[in-house]
């Protein structure tokens, strides 16, 4: 069976360069601040939504949740380290498994964006009319046209600002603090302990607790765009990330579940009735705090609200951009506009579903509610298993390190020396197909993660570091488990929403497949993200491809005719570029961005495809030692490049250089027997 095609190339923006802590790029406040003003809203129209499922346990079920999104949170932290060129969950995705699932997880990504432009704006304007009632009946109108506002503003390029979110969030945070303050000041301690005992005072069959755990988790939509934000984020991305979702933990626990607790229990009347429940926080505050604190939440709701708005067609139109630059999307979705220099295309459908499912629901935002499961869980599920993939494959690799080891470490008494170190990372590096310069490998796979692991556990230090390499890994299986359970308990006990995100999941990897068809009949097939090759390929071939020798098409060929059933490496040496700072929740990858690359690559698998051989592509930065990197850790036995490069052939060391004259030009053979 021929083998899926995949590519490998550099992580992005590399790990440790100047750049990455230049200006600009957002710390762990600011970290926080874009990611709570997007969780952060979900509780203003969560309570009302969650009590027509669950009633007066919708707290409960929230605070439930609340333990999953925490392991949640542990998972997103290595996902911005690991990937840092952004995507989310359409990069860990194709990585660790393969590019049509890493589609997969775009559309559920989108369908989650769609959702959340939709029900967040529709919002906002209903916390509006708290101030402003007159606008009550026109909701629906009014949200239409804020939302064709907002497309506007993108279309001019007026983008997202980490500063501006940091605002939001802050008097958000300070908003909800107010509210539970001003509750906690008129209850007494009996009266509280008796609002627990309403919540906690039932019993619960299997199904319900499922379907309450299920249905909780959209007051924690948002948590994905974290991922988002690598590119832009400074380093260690980890670390910084790690404090970021600290104190998004810290901050949604200490607001979410309890007033939701306290919107649910204290106004049932108001949780149960459809045209207050969608702005009941703002109902909850006037009630124990008075008009002023009612009005302030109601704006400051309703601003926070449509700048969650924003941020999901920012993160929308970005989703767009990168599935067609990975040729799964017309290529027409790229086009941006004279004037402006923004994608239009993009833009426009970013704005306009958001529009649609509105009109189509005719503003009914409990019915967006249920709506909502599929896309944020099916994502959630995705970049978890995609995590759980890489961390196995590492220890894979840490094991069969540990075995080369072992030699050495018998003979040291069981230590590692400095020695044994550098050998350690040389063969991790070996395993994982990276370079001293990454510690990140292009597949997310962590070096210093594999040394770690393989050292023997001769110290106490190396048992709890190798305890919590296996806690951190069973915790994470876990995770996926109960996220994945969620999702599917949704499936069925909401199928409004397994029918509408389906739907769309279902149109958007038709238009995938059809455009992937389209390419072939066109020459070219797309060979998606970089992703890596694991071990060696003794006997392969290695082409090596660049954008000026001319001779691209005859390496191709004569690589795949030298082949004899063996794997083919195709290595494309990319053209070194002048790096700008990324946007946020843009996806930075050279070699989607890359088009002569993405073309050789195309025609390469076109034609082994045919020849019925296993491939790898690899995309690398033309540099010092750039092929001679590929090289050892592959270790072909031929080597086809264009003749003519007395530098590269002496980057190799082969044992002999054989011609060959082709229609095309001459081409090199650099044989090699290991």
Not at 178 to 198: D, E, K, Y
Not at 274 to 302: C, R, T
Not at 309 to 337: C, D, K
Request: charged fraction near 15%; include cysteine; aromatic fraction near 10%.
């Amino acid at each position: 069976m021929a083998q899926e095609s995949v590519t490998h190339g550099s992580a992005g923006l590399s790990q440790g360069g100047e750049h990455e802590h230049g200006k600009g790029r957002l710390g762990p406040i600011l970290c926080w601040a874009v990611v709570f003003a997007d969780i952060g809203t979900s509780v203003y129209y969560t309570p009302g939504i969650l009590y027509l499922t669950v009633g007066s346990l919708a707290g409960f079920f929230v605070f439930l949740t609340m333990t999953v999104f925490v392991l949640l949170t542990l998972k997103y932290a290595e996902v911005t380290q690991r990937f840092p060129q952004g995507g989310g969950v359409v990069t860990v995705a194709a990585q660790a498994m393969n590019h049509w699932i890493g589609a997969l997880g775009g559309m559920f990504i989108l369908v989650d964006y769609f959702l959340t432009a939709s029900i967040s704006c529709l919002s906002g304007m209903l916390y509006l009319s708290v101030v402003i009632p007159a606008i009550g009946p026109f909701a629906l109108w009014i949200t239409i046209g804020v939302l064709v506002l907002l497309g506007l503003l993108n279309w001019v390029g007026i983008s997202e600002s980490a500063k501006v979110s940091l605002i939001g969030a802050v008097i958000a945070f300070l908003s909800d603090l107010l509210i539970l303050f001003t509750v906690f000041s008129h209850l007494s301690l009996t009266q509280f302990f008796h609002i627990f005992g309403q919540m906690f005072g039932h019993g619960l069959s299997f199904q319900e607790l499922l379907v309450g755990f299920a249905g909780s988790f959209l007051a924690f939509s948002g948590l994905e765009s974290i991922s988002q934000l690598s590119p832009v984020m400074k380093t260690p991305r980890k670390k910084v990330a790690g404090i970021a979702l600290f104190l998004v933990v810290l901050t949604i626990g200490v607001t979410s579940p309890l007033l939701t607790i306290f919107s649910t229990i204290l106004l049932p009347e108001a949780a149960r009735d459809p045209n207050q429940n969608s702005y009941i926080i703002s109902s909850l505050a006037g009630i124990w705090g008075g008009k002023a604190l009612q009005i302030e939440v109601a704006i400051s709701a309703s601003a926070l609200l449509v700048f969650a708005s924003n941020t999901a067609i920012i993160g929308s139109y970005h989703v767009f951009m990168a599935l067609s630059r990975m040729e799964f999307f017309p290529s027409v979705i790229l086009r941006r506009n004279k004037l402006r220099d923004t994608p239009h295309f993009s833009i426009m459908l970013a704005t306009g579903i958001p529009i649609a499912i509105l009109i189509a629901v005719n503003g009914r935002i409990d019915i967006l509610g249920d709506m909502y499961a599929f896309g944020l869980l099916g994502a959630f599920s995705l970049t978890c298993l995609g995590l759980d993939i890489v961390r196995w494959r590492e220890r894979r690799t840490a094991r069969q390190v540990s075995r080369k080891l072992a030699p050495l470490t018998i003979a040291n008494n069981g230590h590692i020396d400095s020695a044994e170190q550098i050998q350690a990372e040389k063969l991790s590096e070996e395993f994982t197909h990276t370079s001293n310069n990454h510690a990140i490998s292009a597949n997310g796979m962590d070096v210093e993660a594999i040394v770690h692991m393989a050292e023997p556990a001769s110290t106490w230090r190396l048992r709890l570091n190798h305890f919590w390499h296996t806690l951190d890994f069973w915790l994470g299986i876990l995770t996926t488990v109960l996220v994945s359970l969620a999702w599917c308990t949704n499936l069925v006990a909401k199928p409004l929403a397994t029918l509408f995100g389906g739907t769309v999941a279902l149109l958007g990897m038709g238009i995938a497949l059809l455009n992937y068809r389209l390419s072939k009949k066109q020459g070219r097939a797309p060979v998606a993200v970089t992703t890596g090759v694991e071990g060696r390929l003794p006997g392969s071939v290695l082409a090596v491809l660049t954008a000026e020798n001319g001779r691209n098409d005859a390496i191709i060929r004569t690589a795949i005719d030298t082949a004899d059933g063996k794997p083919v490496v195709f290595l494309y040496l990319g053209e070194p570029r002048n790096e700008r700072r990324p946007r946020i929740f843009e996806v930075v990858d050279p070699y989607l961005d890359d088009l002569k690359a993405k073309e050789y690559f195309g025609k390469a698998e076109n034609q082994a495809q045919k020849a019925k051989i296993q491939r790898r592509f690899v995309y690398r930065t033309q540099g010092p030692n750039s092929i001679a990197r590929v090289w050892q850790i592959v270790r072909p036995r031929d080597t086809v490049l264009a003749a003519g490069g007395d530098s590269d052939i002496k980057e190799v060391y082969p044992d002999r250089v054989r011609y060959e004259i082709t229609s095309s030009g001459k081409v090199a053979h650099l044989l090699k027997t290991w």
